[in-house]
């Protein structure tokens, strides 16, 4: 097992103390959030100690299995392998466990196509500019302050098990444009001050093993937009604003930035056993308000938990607020811890995010095995077109449950349906 320090000029933890397997363990902090980041090839043991008396604890996901015991001001538990896990206790804001397995493929950090930034100093790169061919790679144990970005690369890695920390200046994390063959992978992303993946008409990306915590209005997790063939897996992701989010659009200021247009069709986008938390603004798994193509389809959400969608968040939201036709949408294998607003939200829109003057489409939509927690608090769902000509059609629920009960039809769902017709329930 390898714990990670934190290096100097790291914020500390006021709240948490932590042991890794009996050894104490440096505990970062956000603001928003504490967390700890190590690597073990097996099982370890975590012992969070606070100082009152701990009155309530949860670890989430719940899928995970973990049973946490209380003695007096130290919860206890066992990570069974390498996973990420939210520590909830009553009072204190949640600590985040990243356990990873142990770091592959690292690359020679004398290669002159590697940017390689080593443990246990902060690094300040302002804006770093990836080629064709090259690695970005930070060690666990190491920081980087600033953000990257690459236009017409191709065969590109980010990765590493350190910590890219973004609130050096005003700027989305990573930003990658018009990208081909990439993969994102095992960093931790902290203090964003807007958007942190942003991926701008790329094909072929993979975003595996990324943790976030973006406490910020506007901190998107990972943002898809105008791409094809993407996958996102085994993530983390924390945000105060949509977690995952499907778009077609050309960024606000993008000519005064140099940006390319990124209003292209988007196809086969996967997002696969990840654990996903809203604070607050954006929603849960988001596709739209932006949809300025004629082609959103092959959308596939499948083996997630939503630990919680706090305050405006949807779980489940189609935003079309543009001319696209957005279809076969697949949700599957979905596990909702908590949610306070809409668990689903899908609408043809005309929004103050809108820049195409005519209406689009929503089809085929499926939900299929979701597992929520019982909707005591009467929290509605929607499903509305824009007219009689921009509907939305053919919206599958099968198999979706509140606690034993399964939906049999919308009032189980408190919804409310405006220009759609083929809902079914099975």
Known sequence: MIAYAIPPGVSASTQFRVRLDGVPVDVASTGKADFVTLATAGGVRVEVTVPDAVRKVDVRPH?????????????????????????????????????????ADRPDPRDPAVHYFAAGAVHDVGTLRLKSGETLYIEGGAVVRGAVHAVDAENIRIGGQGIMDGSAFAARVVTLEHCRNVIIEDLVLIRPSTWMI?????????????????????????????CRDVLIEDCFLANNDD??????????????????????????????????????????????????????????????????????????????????TVR?????????????????????????????????????????????????????????????????????????????RQAVDGDDLHLFVKQAKGIVFQ
Not at 203 to 225: H, P, T, Y
Request: hydrophobic share 40%.
């Open 63 to 103: 899928s995970k299995g973990v049973l946490p015991v209380v003695d007096g001001h130290t919860v206890s538990f066992t990570l069974t392998r390498p996973m990420h896990v939210c520590v909830e206790i009553t009072g204190l804001p949640p600590l985040f466990v990243f356990a990873n397995p142990l770091p």
């Open 198 to 226: 942003v991926l701008g008409a790329c094909d072929q990306v993979v975003v595996r093993n990324i943790k976030e915590i973006g406490e910020v209005v506007c901190s998107d997790g990972v943002d898809v937009v105008g």
């Open 243 to 324: 977690c995952v989010v499907i778009k077609a659009k050309e960024a606000q200021g993008a000519q005064a930035r140099g940006e390319r247009d990124w209003r292209q069709n988007v196809a086969r986008v996967r997002t696969r056993r990840c654990t996903l938390l809203n604070w607050g603004a954006g929603n849960i798994m988001e596709i739209g308000f932006e949809l300025q193509a004629d082609v959103v389809e092959d959308i596939v959400f499948e083996d997630i938990d939503v630990i919680g969608a706090h305050v405006y968040a949807a779980v489940f939201s189609i935003h079309n607020g543009d001319r696209a």
């Open 328 to 404: 076969n949408v697949r949700y599957e294998n979905i596990r909702v811890e908590h949610y306070w607003n809409k668990l689903v939200d899908f609408r043809i829109l005309n929004s103050r995010y809108s820049r195409d003057a005519e209406r689009g489409q929503i089809r085929d939509v499926l939900l299929k095995n979701i597992r929520c927690v019982p909707n005591t608090h009467n929290t509605p769902s929607l499903i509305g077109g824009f007219d009689a000509t921009h509907t939305v059609e053919n919206v599958v629920f099968q198999d979706v449950f509140f606690g034993e």
